[in-house]
């Protein structure tokens, strides 16, 4: 025989309460609205009595699953993991759960996920996948599905995102090399279609600017990963130019840098500095442990997360683009110029 499942009403009539106060207190939303004696008393009685809410009951009273999908491009990526865990914190507060789907950059893959994720009547999305011009907005839209970017923006402001400063971050490293007598300075950019990819190049060309430095050396990347890191670096050494710096629009491809000067003899720092940006795990334990501009991954993750239950709650919530400042961690990739920029 089974054993009877508890119910509220029999948290309630333990407590002597009503059962929607027993609902508040154990609803992490509404659980400040009560008394702290109230509140402790009911959730010791639920734990006593084995209480546990019924997801399915309470999705059909409510019209809400309390779930969340989120959409990375890439979970290998060692800056998605730390973006997740502020996502998964903060949802975790509300009572959400997140549904973690990644598409490995494949725009019909993330296209589909988003079709299964709402199949499963999720209440909304958060979006890491996003390019500049993504068809995935206008499906959420179709599909009436609340959604946030996160790390990434899109053209046109139809939602609302949560991004660090790239254009100060990647102005943050170029003056860096400049300070340590760096006058021509390579760019890696990452790959145009993309938010991160735009922006940091554009802070980059800005920068050089607004010091009168020689016209660039850009090479762009065609994706966020070592091996394109390196085929870029590789373009940027060809143009013979005596480029005695690089900035990389990641840290992905800032080890293609490394990868690429490598293969030509050159060594980092004393042929060829290099900064990253991410600041991703185990930045400091490469060889040479990397200069980086360090953004506040949790934090992006948590903030995308408040945004979206704040649009679930409230579907006239207004717009918001949240720029996260970043910092740059400085180690032993970058160093002063010196005289010899080419082995002998």
């Known amino acids: 025989m089974h054993k009877k499942r508890t119910r509220i009403q029999d948290v309630a009539r333990a407590a002597g309460v009503h059962p929607s106060t027993v609902s508040r207190v154990l609803n992490p939303r509404t659980r400040g609205l009560m008394s702290l004696a109230v509140a402790e008393r009911v959730e010791s009685l639920a734990r006593k009595l084995g209480y546990s809410p019924d997801p399915a009951a309470s999705g059909l009273r409510t019209r809400r699953s309390a779930t969340v999908g989120v959409l990375i491009p890439d979970i290998a990526n060692p800056v998605f993991p730390l973006i997740l865990r502020g996502i998964e914190s903060a949802l975790g507060e509300a009572g959400y759960t997140a549904i973690i789907a990644n598409t490995d950059n494949d725009a019909a893959r993330a296209r589909d996920a988003i079709e299964r994720l709402a199949a499963r009547r999720i209440d909304g999305a958060i ?32 939602f609302s995102s949560v991004v660090v400063d790239d254009r100060a971050g990647i102005a943050l490293a170029v003056e860096h090399l400049l300070q340590l007598g760096h006058r021509v300075i390579g760019h890696v950019a990452g790959p145009g279609q993309l938010s991160t990819g735009a922006a940091r190049r554009a802070g980059f060309l800005a920068a050089i600017k607004a010091h009168g430095l020689k016209t660039p050396a850009v090479a762009e990347a065609d994706s966020y990963d070592i091996a394109a890191g390196e085929r870029a670096c590789a373009r940027l050494l060809d143009t ?11 840290d992905l491809l800032a080890l293609g840098c490394y990868d690429a000067l490598r293969r030509r003899g050159l060594a980092c720092p004393r ?74």
């Open 127 to 158: 979006i890491a996948t996003a390019t500049r011009r993504d068809a995935l907005i206008e499906q959420c839209r179709g599909l009436g599905l609340p959604a946030v970017l996160v790390n990434r923006s899109a053209d046109g402001r139809q």
């Open 240 to 250: 013979k130019r005596k480029i005695s710096a690089i900035v990389a629009a990641n």
């Open 271 to 344: 042929s060829v500095s290099v900064t990253g940006f991410n600041d991703m795990a185990f930045a400091d334990r490469f060889a040479p442990p990397l200069t980086s501009v360090r953004i506040p991954h949790r934090q992006m993750g948590a903030e995308a997360a408040r945004l979206l239950l704040e649009k679930i709650a409230n579907p006239r919530a207004p717009i918001q683009e949240i720029r996260l400042a970043p910092q740059l961690v400085v180690r032993g990739s970058s160093a002063p110029l010196k005289g010899r920029l080419r082995p002998p």
